[in-house]
């Protein structure tokens, strides 16, 4: 066999071996004992956990302690100190006493405390914000519009030395129901407060102002920024913003939005950031949608035409709106991490000329961080030419290092191994996308769905291990097809052509996104760019026809490649398997899953693949993968381990969400009597398993579908309860009768006039009564359409159910608002038309009412398992014909 000496060798018989042809694998000096297959496997689960303890590594918190030590140091000790009592008011749904009352009057008092212990030279104005106002928002593709009344905001501003512009900090301090919100968005808030307890009591004036905006109604959502942004006095001001939320519990905070097209915002972050995690990749995932959540981010992007940056935790997405997003789960270090990188860059741009200078929107930035080391940034142009030249530089140099290192005499041969290399990636990548696709559909079909919702590892095995079989196997068999036992190539060149090919499929990829406008390629060309710096390597110590030392410089810079690839890993899977969790039933999870994993598989093995035909024999690796595949499919379908969920035994509660509503409903006639009343139960379906387990509360009795009840016949909407009109018609809803709730009051409908303007145009003037959180639907009768509303400037798309059309309008209230007068301009297609125009259905959602819960509904409740966690309310459905 081929000999970096380039000498003829004799076998055991005596045999003489052509030194160009590869007469067998076991014989070749560039084989590798089987065991580096299994070897292989165990090196990239080592750096897997390398980078998974990278990715939850934390800062150690500073105390009160430190104080002398560092006077202008962020304390986490303080800004826990705040948290705890924020999240001691328990749940803040806009318009409870917790949030209207005993949060603002903290917010007002720990700022009223700093104010007095600030510098001399500083100056901090303070005001409470109670401002009503709305506007139509697009979500999930469903239009809706949005209404606030009285909600509050609680904004400090520390003055600059240039007044007439801002840096505008963001968070909110109200919750959804039964969650205290501590990392949503209470730690965002306790950081806020630590910064300008710090930043003001420094001697030297920023050279801008910095606003302080503690909101108090996002959850409803994004009303009480849009009333800042849209009418406060200080929002002309604002230059720029951070916003700080959260879409898990406590760990990192990821920069995931920025901009829009203001690449200045990210060389700030550049600068100042400490602790660097940023992601434009993440960027592009959450702006397209498929994460169902939403910020601030957008108000302030889209109504106040600002930019800015938007930061939030997506560890533990569990605990995410639960009554588990509780301080408890928070350790001090999340708020140093978070409280360093946020102070840094506020101070970095508060003191910037760049925030002074007007910015016009230019172009998207490429931004990403490795393992949080470093920060690399640069523009979508740039990204442009630096993934067409590592793509081109990586299919030329390695033929070209390979041409020369058979003096030119072995092209066609390269060329084909080459290709072997890419359709062997190209049809592994398919086939292990089927596979798993199918292993996701059996495991479904079983009952056995989100198997690895709390045991994540079983991932690795019921879809990682398999695509990577798979991968191994489509090599082996393209090898065997399309390779030629008489090639003229050693082995070690015939693997280095085979990885060649792999670069080729991932710079077509790569140059496919590029072309497309996407700045997420960048993810692949790291991966091609480590590629090519081994290659390079390779071909200038002139190692190609060396025995091993190509390959030891090609697994070197592998480590870095695999250290990239499985921080995408856990990025991946932290962000979507909790997400499952509250996606509905409509959709098989492991199908979302077992794609990822592949996909990940591919990015992560892709070329360590191919050095499978190094291995003497590789009976070793298969059996190995095929082993973990078995056992871990044994595990998720036949043991504990593969129940979904777990309850708080061990402080790591994975649960099943529910939303269970109580309801009374009341049906009122065209001459305002009461034509029928009923009462029961809506259970959501929040995830691929809830239908069993919504079956299992509800016994004795049996549950009906949301659209399959008798109200469906002849009511609005089958006068379901709606409180969130995206979540609740895209997911599956269940009901049952059941004895009425107690409700003592609800938002009510009157019609106070009704005119006629000619002979099709009329107007309805209606008036709402009642201080609580409600859901207005406006349902035209057939015939009359909406023309014009006064509810907000914009009238909205309507939204169909059930084969009907009506107009959604979410009201929020905060502090005692008062009635609600609206005005409706209706046009009919029969002149002079004197009946009824407009169905109406008002909905009034109590969501902390517990101690009021009626006993039929407490011993619902009592049923549901401690692995399920309720948002438990009482709903009063009032609907009505004008």
């Given at each position: 066999m081929f000999q970096s000496s380039n000498t003829n060798r004799k076998g055991v018989k005596g045999k003489i071996l052509d030194p160009d042809i590869d007469y067998s694998k076991v014989k070749s000096v560039h084989s590798i004992s089987s065991w580096w297959g299994i070897g292989g496997i165990f090196i990239i689960l080592f750096i897997g956990n390398l980078t998974s303890y990278t990715n939850s590594h934390l800062p150690d918190a500073l105390r009160n302690a430190h104080l002398a030590k560092y006077p202008n140091a962020f304390i986490a000790e303080r800004a826990y100190k705040d948290l705890k009592i924020l999240n001691d008011f328990g749940p803040k749904p806009t318009g409870?006493?917790?949030?209207?009352?005993?949060?603002?009057?903290?917010?007002?008092?720990?700022?009223?405390?700093?104010?007095?212990?600030?510098?001399?030279?500083?100056?901090?104005?303070?005001?409470?914000?109670?401002?009503?106002?709305?506007?139509?928002?697009?979500?999930?593709?469903?239009?809706?519009?949005?209404?606030?009344?009285?909600?509050?905001?609680?904004?400090?501003?520390?003055?600059?030395?240039?007044?007439?512009?801002?840096?505008?900090?963001?968070?909110?301090?109200?919750?959804?129901?039964?969650?205290?919100?501590?990392?949503?968005?209470?730690?965002?808030?306790?950081?806020?407060?630590?910064?300008?307890?710090?930043?003001?009591?420094?001697?030297?004036?920023?050279?801008?102002?910095i606003i302080f905006l503690f909101n108090g109604a996002e959850e409803t959502p994004l009303q009480a920024s849009h009333g800042f942004i849209s009418s406060h006095r200080w929002a002309k001001e604002v230059r720029a913003f951070l916003n700080l939320e959260s879409a898990g519990s406590g760990g990192k905070e990821m920069l995931f939005q920025s901009g829009p097209k203001n690449p200045w915002l990210i060389e700030m972050y550049a600068k100042a950031i400490k602790y660097p995690y940023a992601q434009a990749a993440a960027e592009e995932v959450f702006q397209s949608g498929v994460i169902p959540s939403d910020t601030d981010f957008r108000v302030f992007r889209d109504v106040g035409r600002v930019p800015g940056m938007d930061f939030a935790y997506t560890a533990n997405g569990y605990r995410y709106h639960t009554k588990y997003d509780s301080v408890e789960y928070i350790p001090m270090s999340v708020l140093q991490r978070t409280g360093d990188n946020i102070l840094s860059l506020t101070n970095t741009i508060a003191n910037s000329d760049r925030l002074g200078t007007e910015h016009k929107m230019t172009e998207h930035t490429v931004y990403f961080d490795f393992l949080g080391v470093f920060f690399v940034h640069y523009s979508a142009d740039v990204a442009f030419m630096i993934n067409l030249s590592v793509v081109l530089l990586s299919i030329i140099i390695p033929f070209l290092s390979l041409a020369r290192s058979t003096s030119g005499t072995h092209g066609r041969q390269i060329r084909s191994e080459t290709m072997i290399g890419f359709v062997a990636t190209f049809l592994g990548a398919g086939v292990s996308g089927i596979v798993c696709f199918l292993i996701g559909y059996q495991l479904d079909l079983i009952g056995r769905p989100m198997s690895w919702y709390s045991s994540t590892n079983l991932v690795l095995g019921i879809y990682c291990c398999p695509a990577l079989l798979c991968q191994c196997l489509v090599h082996m068999l393209c090898s065997k097809v399309f390779g030629s036992k008489t090639t003229p190539l050693s082995l070690a060149l015939k693997v280095q052509a085979r990885l060649s090919g792999v670069n080729l499929f991932w710079g077509m990829l790569t140059l496919g996104i590029t072309f497309t406008g996407y700045r997420v390629a960048y993810i692949f060309m790291i991966l091609i760019f480590f590629s090519l710096l081994s290659n390079t390597l390779i071909?200038?110590?002139?190692?190609?026809?060396?025995?091993?030392?190509?390959?030891?410089?090609?697994?070197?810079?592998?480590?870095?490649?695999?250290?990239?690839?499985?921080?995408?890993?856990?990025?991946?899977?932290?962000?979507?398997?909790?997400?499952?969790?509250?996606?509905?039933?409509?959709?098989?999870?492991?199908?979302?899953?077992?794609?990822?994993?592949?996909?990940?598989?591919?990015?992560?093995?892709?070329?360590?693949?191919?050095?499978?035909?190094?291995?003497?024999?590789?009976?070793?690796?298969?059996?190995?993968?095929?082993?973990?595949?078995?056992?871990?499919?044994?595990?998720?379908?036949?043991?504990?381990?593969?129940?979904?969920?777990?309850?708080?035994?061990?402080?790591?509660?994975?649960?099943?969400?529910?939303?269970?509503?109580?309801?009374?409903?009341?049906?009122?006639?065209?001459?305002?009597?009461?034509?029928?009343?009923?009462?029961?139960?809506?259970?959501?379906?929040?995830?691929?398993?809830?239908?069993?387990?919504?079956?299992?509360?509800?016994?004795?009795?049996?549950?009906?579908?949301?659209?399959?009840?008798?109200?469906?016949?002849?009511?609005?909407?089958?006068?379901?309860?709606?409180?969130?009109?995206?979540?609740?018609?895209?997911?599956?809803?269940?009901?049952?009768?059941?004895?009425?709730?107690?409700?003592?009051?609800?938002?009510?409908?009157?019609?106070?006039?009704?005119?006629?303007?000619?002979?099709?145009?009329?107007?309805?003037?209606?008036?709402?009564?009642?201080?609580?959180?409600?859901?207005?639907?406006?349902?035209?009768?057939?015939?009359?359409?909406?023309?014009?509303?006064?509810?907000?400037?914009?009238?909205?798309?309507?939204?169909?159910?059930?084969?009907?059309?009506?107009?959604?309008?979410?009201?929020?209230?905060?502090?005692?608002?008062?009635?609600?007068?609206?005005?409706?301009?209706?046009?009919?297609?029969?002149?002079?038309?004197?009946?009824?125009?407009?169905?109406?259905?008002?909905?009034?959602?109590?969501w902390e009412h517990q101690k009021h819960h009626a006993p039929v509904f407490n011993k619902l409740l009592a049923r549901v398992p401690t692995w399920a966690h309720v948002v438990p309310s009482v709903a009063a459905v009032n609907s009505y014909i004008f």
């Open positions: 409870s006493y917790a949030n209207e009352v005993l949060a603002v009057d903290f917010l007002l008092r720990e700022i009223s405390y700093i104010d007095q212990l600030k510098n001399k030279n500083q100056e901090i104005i303070v005001d409470k914000q109670i401002v009503s106002g709305g506007y139509v928002g697009v979500y999930m593709n469903k239009s809706a519009t949005s209404v606030y009344r009285n909600v509050q905001n609680v904004i400090a501003k520390l003055v600059g030395k240039h007044k007439e512009h801002a840096l505008l900090l963001n968070c909110h301090f109200d919750s959804v129901a039964t969650s205290p919100g501590a990392s949503d968005d209470l730690s965002g808030c306790a950081v806020m407060l630590e910064i300008l307890r710090v930043m003001s009591r420094q001697s030297d004036i920023n050279q801008y102002s071909s200038m110590f002139a190692v190609q026809n060396s025995v091993h030392k190509w390959l030891y410089i090609h697994l070197v810079f592998q480590i870095f490649a695999i250290l990239w690839s499985t921080q995408f890993y856990h990025m991946m899977m932290n962000m979507f398997i909790p997400i499952t969790g509250r996606i509905g039933a409509s959709i098989n999870p492991d199908l979302i899953i077992g794609v990822i994993a592949t996909f990940l598989t591919l990015l992560t093995c892709s070329y360590m693949t191919p050095l499978l035909f190094l291995l003497k024999k590789t009976d070793k690796l298969i059996g190995e993968l095929v082993a973990i595949t078995v056992i871990a499919l044994l595990l998720a379908s036949w043991t504990h381990v593969g129940f979904p969920y777990r309850d708080d035994s061990l402080k790591a509660p994975t649960v099943q969400r529910h939303y269970i509503t109580h309801t009374l409903r009341t049906f009122h006639d065209y001459n305002g009597g009461i034509r029928h009343t009923d009462s029961g139960f809506l259970l959501q379906e929040l995830d691929r398993n809830a239908g069993k387990t919504i079956e299992g509360i509800a016994i004795p009795d049996t549950i009906t579908r949301m659209r399959e009840i008798p109200a469906c016949e002849n009511e609005l909407f089958c006068a379901i309860p709606f409180y969130s009109i995206w979540h609740q018609v895209l997911f599956e809803n269940y009901w049952f009768p059941a004895p009425p709730p107690l409700v003592h009051s609800s938002v009510k409908c009157a019609l106070r006039s009704k005119d006629k303007l000619s002979e099709h145009d009329h107007s309805m003037q209606l008036t709402l009564t009642g201080d609580h959180q409600c859901a207005l639907i406006i349902g035209p009768k057939a015939g009359t359409t909406l023309q014009k509303w006064d509810i907000v400037d914009e009238l909205a798309d309507p939204i169909e159910f059930n084969g009907q059309r009506g107009y959604f309008v979410l009201i929020s209230s905060g502090a005692n608002p008062g009635p609600m007068n609206i005005t409706l301009n209706l046009k009919h297609e029969i002149p002079n038309y004197d009946g009824p125009l407009v169905d109406i259905m008002v909905t009034t959602t109590f």
